[in-house]
């Protein structure tokens, strides 16, 4: 079993960045491909990228690409999403995910965090 506690969500200005936290447990953490979601009330989540095990490979949604960032410090058990330029259509509730396989791009990630909301006004 692996715990996911996402943080670092908040109230951002449009053209403003944010970095999301999401620290891991209960898993060898280097073995575990991460990913990010966000889903709005109401609607389907969404991929937002992933990265696998060890930090080498990323992949991001089209509409993500060039302002988002995914990073992880093994050592710390933690992966990041660097979130710039932000705008209001970014607003969501956004989601840290795990799989012990070594690469996932869709939903089917094992496990999944309680969300932090992420609120970009205009």
């Known amino acids: 079993q692996v715990q996911l506690v996402e943080s670092g969500g908040g109230l951002v200005q449009a053209g403003g960045s944010l970095r999301l936290s999401c620290v891991a447990s209960?898993?060898?953490?280097?073995?575990?491909?991460m990913g990010w979601f966000r889903q709005a009330p109401g609607k389907e989540r969404e991929f937002v990228g992933t990265?696998?095990?060890?930090?080498?490979?990323?992949y991001y949604a089209d509409s993500r690409k060039g302002r988002f960032t995914i990073s992880r410090d093994n050592a710390k058990n933690t992966v990041y999403l660097q979130m710039n330029n932000l705008k209001p259509n970014d607003t969501d509730v956004y989601y840290c995910?795990?799989?012990?396989?070594?690469?996932?791009?869709?939903?089917?990630?094992?496990?999944w965090g309680q969300g932090t909301q992420v609120t970009v006004s205009s």
């Open positions: 209960g898993r060898t953490f280097s073995s575990l491909a």
């Open positions: 990265i696998n095990w060890s930090g080498g490979t990323t």
């Open positions: 995910a795990a799989d012990p396989r070594p690469w996932v791009v869709d939903e089917t990630y094992r496990y």
